[in-house]
């Protein structure tokens, strides 16, 4: 297949381009790079030393076996995406190039506008020129588990079936995204759907949850190819900022009680799911989401595990709950379907003890570089 990933020098798009690509898919990465310049903007730095987007392309040339590409593109840019689309012609385009952190689009005023214009104009873009240029393409979008917030009832994958005063319809279920950020992607979400019954467009919105590891089989193939390991209050996640934290033996944040429960998700299983949507692609006119994660775990339950692989790596961890600075329910239900990826061939990894302990020898080896001062929470969304 000929496969475009955007956001292709992410922490996600990175390996999925390499991964497709060993597979013997042609691929071309698009991506303006923006990312690093928010590392610059907040004075914040990826722990594994990343090449730049031309060396690691450069390099993986040498491993690839069909044509790998790259596009230095902004989304938002219409007529640079559409040539690139143009010229590129792809079976399938993943989608991740958007303002992925919920703290950064908590700043202020301008970051919430800057990431939902980011985000909504660089899909909007992308689904126009799909109509336009290849109308039987299949949208492979990255969205959020996030946008469903957490309701008081069983989460389903994308649609609820409801009986109201007699009737009974299936419809898209109900949104409570959490952040600004989260925000975005319900938008995007509504966007996709209605381009797909309008245009007869043909997508599927992976609701994604939180991604822990760092690097895959194919990052690990030389230096050039490292991914990039966030552990920063505004792009570090939770699990992988844990890690971090025991190896720079600074307490584990815990933000409030710690019973926020998540859908967390392996950066190896991220990769293939991608492989299994695009090669089980959504019909015509089909708006399809999948639930893409694989294990739900709760923050303070994650803590209290790093705590303990910790200890048998002779490190005393603490775990800090501080006084949570995003409004969110603290102990809540959850329980949310994830059946589809796997009846479509996903078998996971689920997380263990060796993962963790390989993330917090990783971060170990970098003690020199991890900046203290990016750890505890500044931005808070009251
Ligand atoms: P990332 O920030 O590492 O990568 C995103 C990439 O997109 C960056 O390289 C950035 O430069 C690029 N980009 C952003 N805006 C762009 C634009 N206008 N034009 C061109 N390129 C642009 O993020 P990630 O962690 O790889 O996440 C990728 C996608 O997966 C996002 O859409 C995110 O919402 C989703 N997702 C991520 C996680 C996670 O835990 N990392 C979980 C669920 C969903
Ligand atoms: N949390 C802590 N301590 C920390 C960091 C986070 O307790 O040090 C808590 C947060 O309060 C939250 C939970 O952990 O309740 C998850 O936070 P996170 O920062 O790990 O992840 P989140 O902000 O939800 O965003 C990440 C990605 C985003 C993606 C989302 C998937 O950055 O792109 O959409 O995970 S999901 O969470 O399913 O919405």
Known sequence: MRILITGG??????????????????????????????????????LTPIASMDERVHEWQKYAKGAFEAYHVDMRDYDALAHAVAQFVPDAIVHFAEQRSAPYSM????????????????????????????????????????????????????????EYKGRQDTLPYPKQPPSMYHLSKVHDSHNIMFSCRAWNLRATDLNQGVVYGVQTDETRMHP???????????????????????????????????????GFINLQ?????????????????????????TEEFSVAALAQ???????????????LHLQNPRVEAEQHYYHAAHTKLLELGLTPHLLSDQTIREMIESARMHKEEIQLDTIMPTVTWS
């Not at 990769?271 to 893409?292: D, K, M, T, Y």
């Not at 595990?305 to 775990?319: M, Y």
Request: glycine share 8%; charged share 20%.
């Open 9 to 46: 020098d992410g922490f996600c798009g990175w390996p999925t381009a390499l991964y497709l690509s060993r597979k013997g898919h042609d691929i071309a990465i698009l991506d303006n790079q923006i990312r690093r310049d928010w590392d610059r903007e907040l004075g914040i730095a990826s």
């Open 305 to 319: 595990r790093v705590q303990r692989v910790s200890a048998d790596l002779g490190i005393q961890a603490e775990i």
């Open 224 to 262: 050039l190819l490292s991914n990039r390991f966030d552990y920063d209050q505004i792009f570090g996640t939770a699990l992988n900022r844990f890690c971090v934290e025991a190896a720079a033996s600074h307490p584990l944040t815990v933000y409030g009680a710690g019973g926020q429960t998540r």
């Open 269 to 293: 299983d991220t990769v293939r799911c991608i492989e299994i949507a695009a090669l089980n692609p959504a019909s015509r006119g089909e708006f399809r989401v999948f639930n893409q994660f």
């Open 107 to 162: 700043i202020d005023r301008e970051h919430a506008v800057f990431t939902q214009t980011n985000n909504i104009v660089g899909t909007l873009n992308l689904l126009y020129i799909m109509k336009e240029v290849v109308p039987d393409c299949h949208l492979i979008k990255l969205g959020t588990m996030g946008e469903y917030g957490t309701p008081n009832i069983d989460i389903e994958e994308g649609y609820l079936t409801i």
